[in-house]
């Protein structure tokens, strides 16, 4: 089992760009989330999707948009990059809302 | 608004000696708590979850209490390795699955 895959690793992106961080788990997990770590600040919840066909706002969803593509994949979309959009992104799944959270290894982004 | 606070912000130690790391929550009105750890530039691990209905979970070296009453879980790390340095981090499950992290403990472990 790969557990929870992210892509790419690393991004550098200009401002007002646009990008998809795409994310797969392969452990039949209904619940899936996207996080934000920055230094100070900790991590943060974006959005989360309960289950196949539901997404809800997090901490702090603004300038996001996300896709829960079917149970396994779940892509966070930032349509018109800015620099406070720099940060380490994570996504993670669990079984149900309040099971154990699996992390992905991240995806370093960078907009300049 | 659910606060976490991870004290101390950093710990170091020697090889063999048991470590202490202290998590608190300003409400208790929770579903569960998690601890995690970070390598650097690295993902999250799970190290283990706590329903608000246990006082204890255990896990080879790892032991993590709950006293939600007064908002505060510790974990144990018995007979440290150099291996166990990392950033600790613990997170609270009050809403929906969301959860609520501390900044964590970074750790040093000296050989």
């Known amino acids: 089992n790969a557990g929870v895959t992210q892509t790419p690793k690393f991004q550098v992106l200009k401002t007002g760009q646009s990008m998809t961080l795409q994310c797969a788990q392969d452990m039949n997990h209904n619940s899936m989330y996207w996080y934000r770590q920055d230094p100070g600040m900790g991590l943060r919840l974006i959005y989360y999707?309960?289950?196949?066909?539901?997404?809800d706002k997090g901490e702090v969803p603004n300038g996001y948009n996300v896709s829960r593509l079917n149970k396994r994949e779940f892509s966070l979309r930032l349509e018109s990059a800015a620099p406070s959009q720099t940060s380490v992104y994570f996504c993670?799944?669990?079984?149900?809302?309040?099971?154990?959270?699996?992390f992905g290894p991240g995806t370093r982004l960078t907009v300049l | 608004k659910q606060e976490v606070t991870q004290i101390p912000a950093a710990l170091s130690v020697p090889e063999g000696e048991n470590l202490v790391l202290n998590c608190s929550f300003t409400d208790s009105a929770i579903y569960n708590l998690q601890w995690f750890r970070q390598d650097p530039g690295k993902g999250l691990t799970s190290l283990l979850l706590?329903?608000?209905?246990?006082r204890e979970q255990t896990s080879g070296r790892l032991n993590a209490s709950l006293d939600k009453s007064s908002g505060r879980s510790t974990l144990y790390i018995a007979a440290s390795q150099p291996g166990d340095s990392a950033t600790y981090l613990c997170?609270?499950?009050?809403?929906?699955?969301?959860?609520?992290f501390g900044a964590g403990t970074q750790v040093v472990v000296t050989p």
């Open positions: 706590i329903q608000s209905s246990q």
């Open positions: 997170a609270v499950n009050a809403s929906w699955g969301k959860l609520q």
């Open positions: 999707s309960a289950s196949e066909g539901t997404t």
């Open positions: 993670a799944s669990s079984e149900e809302l309040y099971s154990t959270q699996y």
